[in-house]
């Protein structure tokens, strides 16, 4: 006999979780509908990037006259429209706005949130149909409710996060979204529009074998970083051992495929970009409260990259990411060579 399968959506699931916590208002879960809607709608717009040649570029006009939105431009717009007019979240800050934005009514002023995101990581590759991202960390503002939310309800050291997420556009749309409860990975099953749950209690293995670095900036890193990219090169299948490079510039790709093998991603400062080049608040940040979350560890090369305290939304951070035991053989490099 024809069996159906039983999947739980993400709605089930936050629903789900909400019955643990009978305190609970359900904004952080409302606020998760509204995020998982704006992606989906990304996600439909990123599938059809393949198709503006005979649409129209980026930026131009289609065969309609219609201007052609940048997708980093289209998702920022979508996430924020849908955000504002939801009521669950008093303001955003994004990537592809210099200042934050807050909503300044009644109902927003009113809500307990603030989000921050990076609307799509990665978009350098759009062109080359490579996997790209959309990042996304939640905070509970500490500026008094009632009152438009101010710079320091976005400013708070990732420690004091209540949740984050990515969602990768891939070979499949996936949603990993994780609580202090732990890291859950939804797949969208396109032909329904649902994240269904397809990876329960993420857990990143201790031990991984992927090693995750721009080899283009070798000479400009640390001699701390190169000692320990040396190790790696030493451990790698060419001389027999388990080790193996990968690196796709997208960095959601990448720390995705390293929480679900095992591995370590890392963006270094180098010595022209001493801080290198991905944002603490909404790439860093998030990307560590979920491998962290996972059983992993994240850190600029000196602290937890969760225990720094942010100067600026824009602000730059080096970044080491991934399974532990890899984390622990690059904490003792990067001392042992000062
Ligand atoms: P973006 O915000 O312009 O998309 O840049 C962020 C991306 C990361 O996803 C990726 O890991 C990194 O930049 C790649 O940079 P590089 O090409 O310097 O290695």
Do not use: W
């Not at 320990?228 to 790709?253: D, H, Q």
Request: net charge negative.
């Amino acid at each position: 006999m024809y069996q159906v399968r039983k999947v739980m959506t993400l709605d089930e699931f936050t629903i789900q979780e909400l019955r643990n916590f009978p305190q609970a208002t359900g904004e952080l879960s409302g606020l998760l509908r509204s995020i998982g809607l704006a992606c989906k709608r990304i996600n439909a717009e990123v599938n059809r990037a393949g198709l503006v040649d005979i649409l129209g570029a980026l930026g131009t006009e289609n065969v309609q006259g219609e201007e052609v939105q940048k997708l980093d431009d289209f998702a920022n717009k979508t996430l924020i429209d849908l955000l504002n007019h939801s009521i669950y979240c008093a303001g955003v800050g994004s990537e592809e706005n210099d200042d934050i934005v807050v909503f300044d009514d009644e109902l927003s002023n009113n809500s307990k949130y603030v989000l921050l995101m990076d609307p799509l990581d990665g978009s350098g590759n759009i062109d080359v149909n490579v996997s790209i991202g959309t990042i996304f960390s939640i905070f509970k503002r500490i500026s008094p409710m009632g009152q438009p939310v101010t710079m320091e309800d976005f400013l708070q050291p990732g420690n004091r996060m209540v949740a984050a997420g990515y969602v990768i556009y891939g070979s499949s749309t996936m949603l990993v979204y994780a609580t202090r409860r732990g890291v859950n990975g939804f797949t969208l099953d396109p032909s329904v529009g649902e994240f269904c749950l397809s990876h329960p209690n993420m857990q990143c293995p201790p031990h991984g074998r992927f090693y995750s670095a721009n080899y283009g900036n070798f000479g400009k890193y640390s001699p701390g970083v190169q000692n320990y990219l040396k190790r790696c090169e030493t451990k790698s299948a060419e001389n027999g051992g388990p080790y193996t490079e990968r690196y796709i510039g997208s960095m959601v790709a990448d720390i995705h495929r390293n929480l679900i093998k095992g591995g370590i991603f890392m963006y270094p400062g180098t010595t022209d970009r001493p801080n290198g080049k991905l944002r603490l608040l909404y790439e860093c940040n998030p990307l560590a409260f979920i491998v962290q979350l996972a059983g992993g560890m994240a850190t600029n090369g000196v602290q937890p990259i969760l225990d720094i305290q942010p100067s600026s939304l824009h602000q730059r951070m080096p970044l080491f990411i991934g399974s532990r035991d890899m984390m622990e053989e690059l904490a003792e490099c990067l001392q042992e060579h000062g």
